[in-house]
C-alpha cells in the first residue's frame, strides 16, 4: 500500500523539508515509506461513501437471514417449540413407559396430535422451506435430512395416533425440531456476536452537535435530528459527529479510531470529513452528507454481515455428511421395508423403515459445528480478532507463507529518533534541545518524532521567538539570540554548508530520514529518524518462523529501506518497489506450488492482494479494507494476534471434526440395528433407547466444543 520509489533513494531526495502544523495526506491512505518528500498529497480519495452497504441490516434489527429467517426469527420458534416439547414429552407413550407411569384421558392423543402438528409446522418451517431450497439447487443437505426425518416422524405418529397399530414418534419430531432449531440460534448467534467490539465504537460517538441555522447562529441539537445538506461546527477538541464535507476552516483531525491510521490528518474547505474522528486544534464548519447507517463507522460495525453470507467450511463439512446420510437413509430405509414387509407383517416393516428414516439424522449432527462455531467465536473477540469469513479463517491452518505489508503493519507507521549525531564541540543533549524546542511548535510527524524523544529524555526547553516555516525548505526561529533552522540535505547542499557525506549516506541507505541543525548558518549536526519497527513484529516473525512458515515483506519502498527492516526482522524474503496493482500478482506467485498463502495489510492499496490471498488479514479494524476484503480483522493492530488466529483455526477445525466424528459414529452403529439386522438374538433399537444414545452424543458434543481453546502467551 506505500507509494513506489521504484529505481529511486527517495533519502537522497529530501530536498524540502516540513511546513508549520502541516501532516502527510497519504496518497492512497498511505505513507510515503521513505517519508522523506513532505510536499502533501490529496486524501480526498478516501471517500466512504462508495462503500455499498444498503444491503446490510443492523442484526440487532433482527435483519441478518438465515435459511429466509432472522435470528430473531429462530430464538422465537425456538422458544415456543421448546414450551409446547414439555406437554408432549409428558403424554408421548415413550415417555410414559420409560418412567413408569400412565396418562389417560379423553382426547390425550387428539391433544398430543394437536401440540405435535404446532411444533411441526411452526418450529419446523425453516426446515421445511429449507430443504425446498436444497431440492431445488440439487444439493440435499442438513436441511433435506431434517426434514426427512421429520416429516417421517410426523406422518408416521398422525398415523398411528388414528390409524394403524404402532408407536408414536411425537417425542422424537419435537426434540429433533427443538436441538435443530437451537443449533441454528447458536450459530447465528455466535456470528452476530462478533460485532460486539466494534459497536463499542458506537458509544464513543457525540450524543449532540451544534448546528448552524440560517442566519449562522449556532443550535445544540440531538445528532439524530440532523439531516443530509444541515450545516454543523465542530470546536477544537470535539469528535465529529457525523460524515460530511468541510466548507469552512482548517484544522488536524485524528481518524486513528476509524482508519487505524495513527499521523493526524490535515483538512481544509472541500475536503471530507469521517464522524467519529477528533477534531484538533482549529474550528471547522461541516455540511453533513450521510446520517444513521449511511455513515462510514455505521457501515464499519455492517462489515459483520458479511460473515453471515459466507458459509462456514466445517458447516460444508456438517451438510456433506448429511447429504450422505440423506442417501444411506433412503436406501437403508426402503431396503428395511422391502426385507419386512416379505415377512407379511407390514407394521413392523413399516416401523422398522420409519426408526432408521428418523434415527439417521442426529440430534447431534445439528449442534456439532454450531457449538464449536459459537466457542471459536467467543474466543476470538477476547483475543481481539473479528471473524468476517468463516470459510477462510476455518481454513487458516493450513497457511504455510505469509506476506507482510511494511508501514503500519510491521512498523508502528510513526517516526521516532534512530541516531544523534553532532559535530564537534555540541553535545549531543544541547542538539537535541535545539531541534526540540523548535519542533515543539510544529505538528508535522517528523516534529512529533523529535519531541516524542526530548520528552523521552527530560529535556528542557529554550524559548523561542520569531518561529518561521521556510516553504519548501525547513523551519527556522530565533534561540537565545541566535538563529536556529531545522533543513533538509538539499538545503546545505545549495548554501555550500559541507557535511558528513559519509555517515548521512549510511543512514539514509538503512531507510532513515536525516535533518540537520543549523545554528547562525553553522552545522551543529545530524538527526536522523525512521518508522519504528513494533516490538511485536519481532515475536509475530520469530513465531512463524518456529512454526516452520515463510514470512514475506512486500512493499513499495526501495529495496534499501525493505532490506533493513527485513534483516533486522529476519523476513524469509523481501519484495521491494512493488506498485500496488503488483501487489496481488505477487500473492498469486506466492500461491505457486500449492501453497497457501496469507496477506496481512492496513490499506486500501492492499485490498487486490487481499482478495487475491488465501486468508486476508486486516491490521486495524477500521481500515476500508477491513470493510472491503478482510476474513479477519486485528482489532488491536497487534501483529502478534496472527499467530491466535493460526493457532484458533487450527484447534476449532480439530473439534469440529471430533464433533462430527461423534455425530456420525452413532449413526453408523444405529442405523444397522434400527433396521433389525439382530432382531433374531433379540437385540433391536427401540425409540426410546434410539433417543437416550441420540441424548448422550448430543452431550458429548457440546462437553468436546466447550474444551476448545488456544494457548497464548501474549
Known sequence: MEK???????????????HSKHTPEHHEHKRNEGHTDHDHGNHEHHNHAHHNHSGHGHHEGGHDKHHGHSIGDFKKRFWISLALTIPISYLSMMIQMLFGYQVNFTGDTFLLFLLSTIVFFYGGKPFLLGAWSEIKERAPGMMLL???????????????????????????????????LLGHWIEMKSIMGASKALEELIKLMPKEAHKLDASGNIVDVSVEDLKPGDHILVKPGEKIPLDGVIFEGHSTV????????SVPVEKTAGMKAIGGAINNDGVLKINVTKTGSDTYLAQVIQLVSDAEKTKSKAQGFADTAAKWLFYVAIVAGVITLAYWGVTGDFDFALERMVTVLIIACPHALGLATPLVTSRSTSIAAKNGLLIRNRTSFESAFRINRIVFDKTGTLTEGNFGVTDVHPTENVSEEEL??????????????????????????????????????????????????????????????????????????????????VVFVLKDNSLQGMIALADIIRESSYKVIKELKDLGIETVMMTGDNERVANYVGNKLGMTQVIAEVLPHEKSNNVKALKEGGKKVAMVGDGVNDAPA????????????????????????LVNSNPVDILSTLKLSKASHRKMVQNLGWAAGYNIVAIPLAAGVLYSVGLVITPAIGAAVMSLSTIMCAINAQLLQINNDK
Open 4 to 18: 513506489s520509489n521504484k529505481g529511486e533513494n527517495n533519502h537522497s531526495q529530501h530536498d524540502q523539508y516540513h
Open 254 to 261: 485524528d481518524e486513528s479510531m476509524l482508519t487505524g491510521e
Open 610 to 633: 487481499l482478495a487475491e490471498a488465501d486468508l486476508g488479514i486486516a491490521i486495524g479494524a477500521g481500515t476500508d479494507v477491513a470493510i472491503e476484503t478482510a476474513d479477519v480483522v
Open 146 to 180: 431434517i426434514t426427512l426425518a421429520i416429516v417421517t416422524a410426523y406422518v408416521y405418529s398422525t398415523l398411528t395416533a388414528f390409524f394403524i397399530e404402532g408407536s408414536d414418534f411425537y417425542f422424537e419430531l419435537a426434540t429433533l425440531i427443538v436441538i435443530m
Open 432 to 513: 537535541l534541545k535545539l531541534a526540540y524546542s523548535i519542533e515543539t511548535q510544529s505538528e508535522h510527524p517528523i516534529a512529533k518524532g523529535i519531541v516524542k524523544e526530548g520528552k523521552k529524555r527530560n529535556l528542557d526547553l529554550y524559548q523561542v521567538t520569531n518561529y518561521q516555516n521556510l516553504t519548501g525548505k525547513g523551519l527556522v526561529a530565533k534561540v537565545n539570540g541566535f538563529e536556529i533552522a531545522i533543513v533538509s540535505p538539499g538545503v546545505l547542499r545549495e548554501n555550500n554548508i559541507s557535511f558528513d557525506e559519509e555517515t548521512y549516506e549510511k543512514l539514509a541507505q538503512e531507510g532513515k530520514t
